[in-house]
């Protein structure tokens, strides 16, 4: 059993920053491959698939951005904490949504929320 536990949302200022973390608890291989996604208000119907991929680090380490974050977020690991991590610069009022992370132990396209079995419950991220 896996369970993965985000915290950090809150609500920010235009430019401000915030640091997302989650907490996976359980077996590590089973979310060796993490990201993080987002959900805007209004699209909660759409469930998983209407998520958007944010940020991704694929099973070897490399990591992926939606164009729209680059430069902005940064995405990290401490394996021995078993934590992800969302270091979100230079906020913008888009930016505001509800923030999952996943875990998979294969993927193949790190942004695409299929690809993953396992989610958190979300924090949430207003701009303002």
């Known amino acids: 059993h896996v369970q993965l536990v985000e915290s950090g949302g809150g609500s920010v200022q235009t430019g401000g920053s915030l640091k997302l973390s989650c907490l996976a608890d359980g077996y590590s291989h089973i979310t060796k491959c993490m990201g993080w996604f987002r959900q805007a208000p209004g699209k909660e119907h759409e469930g998983v698939v209407g998520?958007?991929?944010?940020?991704?680090?694929?099973?070897?380490?490399?990591?992926t951005y939606a164009d729209s974050v680059k430069g902005r977020f940064t995405i990290s690991k401490d394996n021995d904490k078993n934590t992800l991590y969302l270091q979100m610069n230079s906020l913008k009022p888009e930016d505001t949504a509800m923030y999952y992370c996943?875990?998979?132990?294969?993927?193949?396209?790190?942004?695409?929320?299929?690809?993953?079995?396992?989610w958190g419950q979300g924090t949430q991220v207003t701009v303002s």
């Open positions: 996943a875990g998979t132990p294969v993927v193949y396209s790190p942004t695409e929320p299929y690809e993953y079995n396992y």
């Open positions: 998520r958007e991929g944010v940020a991704a680090i694929a099973c070897d380490g490399t990591t």
